[in-house]
């Protein structure tokens, strides 16, 4: 397959134009992760050959942040050393959870959880649950509020999914 204008992104994929026999020239993205064998293949192929035209990295922009943002929000933390997912899913539960407590329709020994790491989660008191939501709620908070920093910086650095740009693991306050 024919290819020109390679520019190597920071996740490692490779944007290109692919000379379509029909169409012409068809930017494209090459991705090893690509769900299409096709588009694995050119990445191979264009990464395994040496490449006429000048690779520049790509610049960074603000969709991007905003993506890296929205990757790091939707994997989760740690939080008191356990893997925890931050998306608006388990925000909309721990919420839930507290409400249930308030409410008196837990039952007195706690809920338990499998979570989506595979570990057991116990809760045991509206106060653990609020200490858990408080601490989900902070990470988020911190990952919006380093995105918008990242953000209006200029150039945005090349090195912005780098975790030293981002907030770190949460703990939750104790009782």
């Known amino acids: ?3 020109k204008n390679h520019v190597k992104n920071p996740d490692g994929s490779i944007d290109c134009e692919v000379k379509h026999p029909t169409y012409g020239w068809v930017p494209f ?3 090893p992760e690509d769900v299409e064998g096709f588009g694995r293949d050119l990445f191979t192929q264009i990464n395994n050959s040496d490449l006429p035209e000048k690779q520049v990295l790509h610049q960074a922009s603000i969709h991007d942040v905003r993506n890296e943002a929205e990757r790091r ?3 989760g ?3 008191n050393g356990r893997p925890f997912v931050c998306d608006v899913r388990t925000v909309t539960r721990l919420r839930g959870l507290i409400d249930l407590f308030e409410s008196d329709a837990v039952p007195v020994d706690g809920v338990t959880y499998k979570t989506s790491h595979g570990d057991t989660l ?10 858990i939501y408080g601490a989900v709620v902070m990470y988020v908070s911190g990952v919006i509020e380093a ?6 910086m200029e ?9 030293k740009w981002w907030v770190d693991n949460i703990q939750a306050p104790q009782a």
């Open 29 to 31: 993205t090459a991705s």
């Open 122 to 131: 116990s809760i045991n008191s509206l106060a653990e649950a609020q200490r």
């Open 1 to 3: 397959m024919e290819t």
């Open 155 to 163: 150039p945005i650095p090349q090195d912005y999914t780098d975790d």
């Open 73 to 75: 929000i939707a994997v």
């Open 147 to 152: 995105s918008a920093k990242l953000q209006t």
């Open 77 to 79: 933390t740690r939080i």
